[in-house]
Structure formats: structure tokens, C-alpha cells
């Protein structure tokens, strides 16, 4: 494996978009597949001709569609209900930056059958320049979302402290909403807080085989947060902050990473130990 990555100016492809890069890497006619967060519509996995298809979310309600295709496992991707070596490919969209990524892949390596294929398209949040997934949080009876609403200066999670941050957003905005930010930012538990190297760290550790791991800055929305108070408001220069950030961290750590499409695969002839998983389980 490769500790190389590359960077190209588009990996911001909608759901549609990352299915069908997934489904022109991986034959999925009559494969087995695990899917960590989500779950594609039961219609389009017929389309494919897929065997087995288990949506594996903590959020969603556990389930079986009719046809048996589909099945919803409303567990965390850390604890993988599948038995070893019992998968084709394991598929993922816009969910690593919610999960433990190192536990996460470990599973991962122990269901994939020799020869099977991770497919994960994320953002790692904490890389980038918004920093947040404020598509979490309800305000006034009302879900706000990051791309429109745009509340939050650029690089607000890495360049303020709590109640600098604080101070900033009560002098644009409610002191509720003012708080519930910077709750959101500090101390909310929606994101895991891994920079772009701790991902390519976990995959290297994984045992999996280096595919292919690209990633991009392009940031595809505006931000264009409130009016606050310009004494309070600090002109942020990415490469010092990253600088800063690579010394609080004691590793180099560039910023800016937005999405990241992280293809692995497991050894052909690679062995997984049993672990005394359900028999009844495909």
C-alpha cells in the first residue's frame, strides 16, 4: 500500500454519483454488500441485481423490505452484526466523519470475503474550512443546514477557543442560537473530529490493500456568515493555522481536505479468524 494520495479538483458527486462509481468497480449481481450509514432505495439495488444488500445505521429503524433484498441493521458500524469473510464489498456515502474509523475498518476487514472491496465517499469534517455538519441542529422549531445556513466564519471550529467563539457569534446573533453553536462546534458528539490523516492513518493500519484514496479542497456552497463585530472577527491564514494545528497535534496535518473517496481492498489471500459469528447469517 501506498501512504500517497491524490488530490483532484472534483470529488463532490451527489449519492447517484458515488452509486454509480461503486456499482462500475464492484460486480454486483448477485453479491452480498454492506452498507455503513444510509440505505439506497430497495428499486435501485433490484435494478443491480443484488443478492444481499444490509444497511448497517443506528438511526434508522431495523427492517427487512419484502422482497428480502434489503435489510436495515439498526446497529453502529463499530459492531458489525455480520459473520467473517461474508461480504462482497462493504459501501459507504457521507458517513465515516460520524464513526470510529479505525474500529470501523477492522470490521470491515474481518466481513470482507478475500478479494472484496471497501467503497467509502465522506468528508472529513474537522480538514475542512466550515468544520461543522450543522445540518444536526434544530433552532426555533426549525433544522438548520450548513449550506444555507451559513452561520459560522470560515475555519471557526480550529481558530477560536469556546468563549472566544462565543463572543464572536452573540455580537451577530441571538445569545441562544449564539450558544447552541458553539455547543455544537465544542462539544456536540454528531462528527468524530478526525482530521484527513487520521483516516489515511486507519486505512494504512486496516490490513486492507491501498486501491485507490484521493481527496479535494473544492468547498462546493458559500459561506457568507452574519455581520459580527470586526474587533472580535480574526483574518484566519490557512497555512498558519495549519501550522499551529500540526504542532498541537505533534503531526504535519494539512487543512482544507473537504471529500475524500477511500477505495480498499482486502488480500486475495488473506485468512480471517473465526469469531464465532452467527452461522445463520450468509
Known sequence: ?????????????????????????????GAVVAEIGGAFPVELLTRHAVGRWYSIDPNRSAEQDAGGVREVLAVRAEEMPLPDASVDAVFSCNAFQFLDVTATL???ARVLRPGGLLYAHFGPIWSAVDGHQLEYVRHQGRDLAFWEDTLLPAWAHLAYG??????????????DLADLL??????????NRSFFEDYVAAALGSGLDWVRVSATSRLDYQITPPEYDA?????????????EVSRR??????????????VLRKPAGAETPDHGADPAMP
Open 106 to 108: 477492522a470490521q470491515a
Open 1 to 29: 500500500m501506498s501512504p500517497l494520495s491524490t488530490v483532484e479538483p472534483d470529488l463532490a458527486m451527489s449519492e447517484a454519483e458515488v452509486f454509480a462509481d461503486f456499482a462500475a468497480r464492484v460486480d454486483l449481481e
Open 182 to 191: 458553539v455547543e455544537h462546534v465544542h462539544d456536540g458528539d454528531t462528527i
Open 249 to 262: 497535534r505533534g503531526v504535519r496535518t494539512q487543512l482544507g481536505i473537504r471529500d475524500v473517496l477511500m
Open 231 to 243: 474587533a472580535l472577527l480574526r483574518k484566519v491564514d490557512p497555512a498558519e493555522l495549519a501550522a
Open 162 to 175: 469556546r468563549e472566544e467563539l462565543r463572543a464572536l457569534l452573540r455580537s451577530g446573533l441571538p445569545a
